[in-house]
Every structure is written in structure tokens, then in C-alpha cells.
């Protein structure tokens, strides 16, 4: 049974700092795409970053700067580090994994499984 679980949402104050995970089973996790996407009320999911199984990225321009996102694959783990968070940043966060190809790497409906989200909040 494929599982997304992540972790690491909460409230910060703009300018602070919060790190997600995302543990995965069920799969071979080495072999996917793994992303996070966020969604704030009234607005589609959009992919904030993603990374390929050969360590190509992908990252929304908004964040870009801000936003580091890795994989350790002996852990089967997706990490999201978030710095100089600012309000608009406010949403649920998901991890996702897939079979997207490195040029479309931010593309929502090309990821099979997803985790159950995780809040962030970013007070001004």
C-alpha cells in the first residue's frame, strides 16, 4: 500500500523558517518523481518544487531562493526547507510522487500518489 505521509507544517511569522518531510512507502521510491505542491483556499493546486530521480529540479519562480527541496533515498524522505516564508505562502502543502518526465516536471496530473497535506500558515 503506496503511502505519503508529511510532516513539518505549522504557523511563522513572515521572514521565519519551517522544514516539511514526507516519508514514503509502499513503493520503490528511488525510482519516481517526487514533488510538493500547495493549495490555498480558492486557488488550483500549483507544484512548488520538484526533483526527478536523477536530481533534476524544478522550482515554482516564487520560491525560488527560498525553497530547497531534496530526497534521501536510503530513507525513502522528501524534504521541503522554507526560508523567508511570507504570507502568501499561506496553504496546504503535498507531497506527491510520479512518473513525470524532467520537462514537465511541474505537472500536477502527471503524479500518481499523494500525501494527505500539511498546513502552513505565515502570519504578517
Not at 523558517?17 to 480558492?42: D, E, H, I, K
Not at 522550482?59 to 504570507?87: E, I
Amino acid at each position: 500500500q503506496v503511502q505519503l505521509v508529511e510532516s513539518g507544517g505549522g504557523s511563522v511569522q513572515a521572514g521565519g523558517s519551517l522544514r516539511l518531510s514526507c516519508a514514503a512507502s509502499g513503493f520503490t521510491f528511488r525510482n519516481y518523481v517526487v514533488g510538493w505542491f500547495r493549495q490555498a483556499p480558492g486557488k488550483e493546486r500549483e507544484c512548488v518544487a520538484s526533483i526527478s530521480r536523477g536530481a533534476s529540479s524544478y522550482y515554482l519562480d516564487s520560491v525560488k531562493g527560498r525553497f530547497t527541496c531534496s530526497r534521501d533515498n536510503a530513507k525513502n524522505t522528501l524534504y521541503l526547507q522554507m526560508n523567508s516564508l511570507k504570507p502568501e505562502d499561506t496553504a496546504v502543502y503535498y507531497c506527491a510522487a510520479g512518473s513525470a518526465p524532467t520537462s514537465l516536471l511541474s505537472r500536477t496530473d502527471l503524479y500518481n500518489w499523494w500525501g494527505q497535506g500539511t498546513q502552513v500558515t505565515v502570519s504578517s
